[in-house]
């Protein structure tokens, strides 16, 4: 009984992990886009940015990227 308890919470940590590996990943690979479109839209992109960026959840960083594509600078983006 209580290996079967043991075993149901193993696999749900389990899972849970990976849920967040996954969107953990996505964040990071969403990032790195938004970086590259900014550095091929407005060159070299300051370190402060680079850090909010990498601090931003999912949504902001969704967020920003849909701007940078019709900002006409770079700091139009993080308004």
Same mark, same amino acid.
């Given at each position: 009984? *209580? #290996? ?13 992990? @990976? /849920?967040?590996?996954?969107? &953990? ?6 990032? *790195? #886009? ?13 370190? @402060? /940015?680079?850090?909010?960026? &990498? ?25």
């Amino acid at each position: 009984m *209580l #290996a079967d308890k043991l075993e149901v919470w193993a696999k749900a940590y389990i899972a849970e992990g @990976e /849920i967040k590996g996954k969107q &953990a990943g996505r964040q990071e690979g969403e990032a *790195l #886009a938004l970086q590259k479109l900014l550095a091929k839209r407005f060159g070299v992109i300051p370190v @402060e /940015i680079t850090a909010q960026i &990498a601090n931003a959840s999912l949504e902001q960083i969704e967020q920003w990227f849909d701007t940078a594509i019709d900002a006409s600078f770079l700091t139009d983006v993080f308004k």
